[in-house]
């Protein structure tokens, strides 16, 4: 059964600090992985896609991937009050609809 | 460009009663997505269409669950009668074409079900 892990949290970093979150999987099918981002109340808003080993920036998010360690990070950089939400990792095997992991709640505190 | 669009967003029943949601995906996106996504826990796959041929409805409680996507464009998601642990939110999205495997998935505004 394909499984996504994540802290549940809360996770509190203080503004301007970088945020760091991780998950892991189990599929070692699962070819790409994405990170979303859901406000209390509202719908899951895509931030980033990682499909290659390694690392992939856009502007102050960077995401990691270790297909080897089935490791899949989030940091965000300079992080402001606005960020905090729960992120959700989510993996994808190719053919089926996303694995998503429960989410880790984050708290940037001013 | 317009986004994934749903209604009703909210919906209050009692059980042993039936509900439909509706969904219409960005336009050019072949493949939609109906999630369930309960308190506190992330979306779950019920049923992935592509066109309007259903790809992977596992685990879609068939017994009260059906969704059907007309035309290969709006989908509708019925329950039919609804139970106390159905209660959640309720989201579409859809996918564009595009690489196999880079499924980049966008969620509609979701519909949050209450059942009493």
């Known amino acids: 059964q394909k499984e996504v892990e994540q802290n549940s949290g809360p996770l509190s970093v203080p503004e301007g600090a970088i945020a760091s979150l991780n998950c892991t999987y189990s599929d070692r099918g699962s070819q790409s992985f994405f990170w979303y981002r859901q406000y209390s109340g509202k719908s899951p808003e895509l931030i980033m896609s990682?499909?290659?080993?390694g690392d992939k920036e856009d502007g102050r998010f960077t995401a990691q991937l270790n297909k080897a360690s089935q490791y899949v990070s989030l940091l965000i950089r300079d992080s402001q009050p606005s960020d905090s939400a729960t992120y959700l990792c989510a993996g994808d095997a190719g053919a089926d609809g996303l694995t998503f992991g429960k989410g880790t709640h984050l708290i940037i505190q001013p | 460009e317009a986004g994934v669009a749903q209604s009703p967003r909210y919906k209050i029943i009692e059980k042993r009663q039936s509900v439909a949601f509706w969904c219409n995906p960005i336009s050019g996106h072949a493949t939609l997505y109906w999630y369930q996504q309960i308190l506190g826990q992330g979306p779950k796959l019920l049923i992935q269409?592509?066109?309007?041929?259903?790809?992977?409805d596992s685990q879609l409680p068939k017994d009260r669950f059906s969704a059907e996507r007309l035309k290969g464009v709006d989908s509708t998601l019925k329950i039919q009668p609804a139970k106390l642990e159905d209660s959640a939110v309720y989201l579409c999205?859809?996918?564009?074409?595009?690489?196999?495997?880079?499924?980049?998935?966008?969620f509609g505004p979701g519909t949050r079900l209450t059942v009493l």
């Open positions: 990682i499909y290659s080993n």
């Open positions: 269409f592509q066109n309007n041929g259903v790809v992977d």
């Open positions: 999205a859809s996918s564009p074409p595009g690489t196999s495997g880079y499924n980049e998935q966008f």
